[in-house]
C-alpha cells in the first residue's frame, strides 16, 4: 500500500513576546521554577489585530506557496480557542488564501488533541483518493487568567501541514492507541475566554491517557518500545514532554532517554502551549534540529483535556532535510516584539464584545490581519504588497 502522511509542515506565531524571567520576577516567583520547572523560556501573545484565523493563514501560506493548491480539497481546522460558535475558522482561512471554491472546510474540537483527530481524518480521506491532499490547521490562543498557576504556560501558535500519498517527511503508521474518559482536569466554558483548570489532576489525566493509548497501541499489533528511536509528546509545557517519557518507561520497564526527545523542545519552549499546535511544533523542531532522522520511526503521543489521548508512530522519510524551515521559524521567533507586563496586562484583560462594532489598531506586519467586527462579523483583510 502506498504511504500517507505528512509531506510538509510549516509554524507560525503572533507578534508580541513576554519573556519569563520577567513574569517571574513581577511575581516575586524564581526564574528557575519557570525554566527549569515548566522548561519554557518565553511565551508568544497575539496582538490586538490577529487571532488563530491570522496565525493559520500565515503558516499556510509558505507550504502553499511551496507546493501549489492543485489536489486540495479539503481544509481541516483545528482548535480550542474557537472564534465562532457556528462558522469554520478555516472558512476565514480558504478566503484569506484565495483556495478553490471547491473544498470541503471545517473546523475539529477537542482541546489540544484536535489536530491529531484532523491528521487521522485527512490520512482517510487520502486513502481512499490518493490524487487529494488534505491542508491540515492547528490555531490556538492559549490563555490562562492573570496571576494563576497556568499564566506562565500561555502561548500563541499556529502549525499547518498537508498530508499526501508518497509523504516527503513523515509517512503515518497505520497503528495507532486511543484513550478516552471524562474528566475536568481543563475546560473552558462558552462564556470565558480563559480555560479552568485543575493543574494537578491535568498531569495525572494526562499520564493516564498516555498509559491506556500505549496499551491499547501494544494490543493492536503496535511496534515494541525499542523500536521507537525518537518521541515527541504534547507540550503544554516542555517539563510535560519529561514526565511523559518517565511515565513512558516505568510503564513499559524501558530505559528511556530524555536524549529521545530533547530536539522536540527548542520551538515548544519559545512558543509556550500552543493548544493543538504544540505535538506538530514539537514534531517540526525535531526534524528541524535533528539531521539523523532519515529512515527513523518518531512515536507521537496527542492530549486533549476532558480528556482523550492518542499513541502512533511515523517514519522519517529520506531527504526530509531539504523542507527544513529552522531558519524562518527562528527568524519569526527572533523578531517577536517584547510588551511590557503592563500592556501585557491591558490585552489580556481588553474585552470586545461582538455586538459592538470596532476596528482594532494596525499592530501586526504579517500577511494577514484581523481588522475588527462589523455587524457582528469578524472581518480580515490581506495586506496589501
Ligand atoms: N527552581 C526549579 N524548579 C522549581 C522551582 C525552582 N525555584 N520551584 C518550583 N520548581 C519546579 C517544581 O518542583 C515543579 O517541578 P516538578 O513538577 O517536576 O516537581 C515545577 O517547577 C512546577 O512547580 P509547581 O508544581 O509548584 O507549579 P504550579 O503548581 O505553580 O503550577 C502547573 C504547575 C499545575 C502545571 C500550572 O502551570 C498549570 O496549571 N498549568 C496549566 C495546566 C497544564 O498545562 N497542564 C498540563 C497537562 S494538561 C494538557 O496537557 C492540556 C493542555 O495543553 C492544557
Same mark, same amino acid.
Given at each position: 500500500?502506498?504511504? /500517507?502522511?505528512?509531506?510538509?509542515?510549516? #509554524?507560525?506565531?503572533?507578534?508580541?513576546? /513576554?519573556?519569563?524571567?520577567?513574569?517571574?520576577e513581577a511575581g516575586g516567583v524564581d526564574p528557575a521554577k519557570?525554566?527549569?520547572?515548566?522548561?519554557?523560556?518565553?511565551?508568544?501573545?497575539?496582538?490586538?489585530?490577529?487571532? /488563530?484565523?491570522?496565525?493559520?493563514?500565515?503558516?499556510?501560506?509558505?507550504?502553499?506557496?511551496?507546493?501549489?493548491?492543485?489536489?486540495?480539497?479539503?481544509?481541516?481546522?483545528? $482548535?480550542?480557542?474557537?472564534?465562532?460558535?457556528?462558522?469554520?475558522?478555516?472558512?476565514?482561512?480558504?478566503?484569506?488564501?484565495?483556495?478553490?471554491?471547491?473544498?470541503?472546510?471545517?473546523?475539529?474540537?477537542?482541546?489540544?488533541?484536535?489536530? $491529531?483527530?484532523?491528521?487521522?481524518?485527512?490520512?482517510?480521506?487520502?486513502?481512499?483518493?490518493?490524487?487529494?491532499?488534505?491542508?491540515?490547521?492547528? !490555531?490556538? #490562543?492559549?490563555?490562562?487568567?492573570?496571576?494563576?498557576?497556568?499564566?506562565? $504556560? @500561555?502561548?500563541?501558535?499556529? #502549525?499547518?501541514?498537508?498530508?499526501?500519498?508518497?509523504?516527503?517527511?513523515?509517512?503515518?503508521?497505520?497503528?495507532?492507541?486511543?484513550?478516552?474518559?471524562?474528566?475536568?482536569?481543563?475546560?473552558?466554558?462558552?462564556?470565558?475566554?480563559?480555560?479552568?483548570?485543575?493543574?494537578?489532576?491535568?498531569?495525572?489525566?494526562?499520564?493516564?491517557?498516555?498509559?491506556?493509548a500505549w496499551d491499547d497501541f501494544a494490543a493492536r499489533g503496535?511496534?515494541?518500545?525499542?523500536?521507537?528511536?525518537?518521541?515527541?509528546?504534547?507540550?503544554?509545557?516542555?517539563?510535560?514532554?519529561?514526565?511523559?517519557?518517565?511515565?513512558?518507561? @516505568?510503564?513499559?520497564?524501558?530505559?528511556?532517554?530524555?536524549?529521545?526527545?530533547?530536539? *522536540?523542545?527548542?520551538?515548544?519552549?519559545?512558543l509556550g502551549n500552543t493548544y493543538t499546535a504544540s505535538l506538530? !511544533?514539537?514534531?517540526?523542531?525535531?526534524?528541524?534540529?535533528?539531521?539523523?532522522?532519515?529512515?527513523?520511526?518518531?512515536?507521537?503521543?496527542?492530549?486533549?483535556?476532558?480528556?482523550?489521548?492518542?499513541?502512533?508512530?511515523?517514519?522519517?522519510?529520506?531527504?526530509?532535510?531539504?523542507? =527544513?524551515? =529552522?531558519?524562518?521559524?527562528?527568524?519569526?521567533?527572533?523578531?517577536?516584539?517584547?510588551?511590557?507586563?503592563?500592556?501585557?496586562?491591558?490585552?489580556? !484583560?481588553?474585552?470586545?464584545?461582538?455586538?459592538?462594532?470596532?476596528? *482594532?489598531?494596525?499592530?501586526? @506586519?504579517?500577511?494577514? =490581519?484581523?481588522?475588527?467586527?462589523?455587524?457582528?462579523?469578524? @472581518?480580515?483583510?490581506? =495586506?496589501?504588497?
Amino acid at each position: 500500500m502506498t504511504s /500517507i502522511g505528512i509531506h510538509d509542515l510549516t #509554524v507560525s506565531t503572533a507578534h508580541h513576546v /513576554i519573556d519569563l524571567a520577567e513574569l517571574a520576577e513581577a511575581g516575586g516567583v524564581d526564574p528557575a521554577k519557570f525554566r527549569v520547572g515548566l522548561g519554557q523560556d518565553r511565551m508568544s501573545v497575539p496582538a490586538a489585530d490577529e487571532d /488563530i484565523v491570522t496565525m493559520g493563514a500565515a503558516a499556510a501560506l509558505p507550504l502553499l506557496e511551496r507546493h501549489g493548491t492543485e489536489g486540495i480539497r479539503t481544509v481541516l481546522f483545528a $482548535t480550542e480557542s474557537g472564534v465562532d460558535q457556528s462558522k469554520s475558522a478555516g472558512l476565514f482561512v480558504h478566503e484569506l488564501l484565495g483556495l478553490p471554491r471547491t473544498m470541503r472546510v471545517v473546523e475539529f474540537k477537542q482541546a489540544c488533541y484536535a489536530a $491529531t483527530a484532523a491528521l487521522q481524518s485527512a490520512l482517510g480521506i487520502v486513502a481512499r483518493n490518493p490524487g487529494e491532499r488534505v491542508l491540515v490547521i492547528a !490555531s490556538d #490562543v492559549a490563555r490562562y487568567e492573570l496571576d494563576s498557576p497556568g499564566e506562565p $504556560t @500561555q502561548g500563541a501558535g499556529a #502549525v499547518a501541514m498537508l498530508v499526501t500519498a508518497d509523504p516527503a517527511l513523515l509517512a503515518i503508521e497505520p497503528v495507532s492507541g486511543v484513550a478516552a474518559r471524562d474528566v475536568d482536569d481543563f475546560w473552558r466554558p462558552n462564556d470565558s475566554t480563559t480555560a479552568v483548570v485543575d493543574g494537578r489532576l491535568s498531569l495525572t489525566a494526562y499520564l493516564g491517557a498516555l498509559t491506556t493509548a500505549w496499551d491499547d497501541f501494544a494490543a493492536r499489533g503496535g511496534v515494541e518500545v525499542a523500536e521507537i528511536d525518537r518521541f515527541c509528546f504534547h507540550q503544554p509545557f516542555t517539563k510535560m514532554a519529561r514526565k511523559a517519557l518517565k511515565g513512558l518507561a @516505568q510503564h513499559t520497564g524501558a530505559d528511556l532517554k530524555d536524549s529521545l526527545q530533547e530536539e *522536540t523542545f527548542p520551538y515548544n519552549r519559545e512558543l509556550g502551549n500552543t493548544y493543538t499546535a504544540s505535538l506538530y !511544533s514539537g514534531l517540526a523542531s525535531l526534524l528541524d534540529h535533528d539531521d539523523t532522522l532519515a529512515g527513523k520511526r518518531i512515536g507521537l503521543f496527542s492530549y486533549g483535556s476532558g480528556a482523550v489521548g492518542e499513541f502512533f508512530t511515523g517514519i522519517v522519510q529520506p531527504g526530509y532535510q531539504s523542507l =527544513r524551515r =529552522r531558519d524562518a521559524v527562528e527568524a519569526e521567533l527572533d523578531g517577536r516584539v517584547p510588551l511590557t507586563l503592563a500592556e501585557y496586562r491591558e490585552l489580556h !484583560s481588553a474585552e470586545h464584545p461582538s455586538d459592538t462594532d470596532w476596528e *482594532t489598531p494596525r499592530v501586526t @506586519q504579517g500577511p494577514f =490581519r484581523f481588522t475588527g467586527i462589523r455587524r457582528q462579523a469578524r @472581518q480580515y483583510e490581506v =495586506r496589501q504588497a
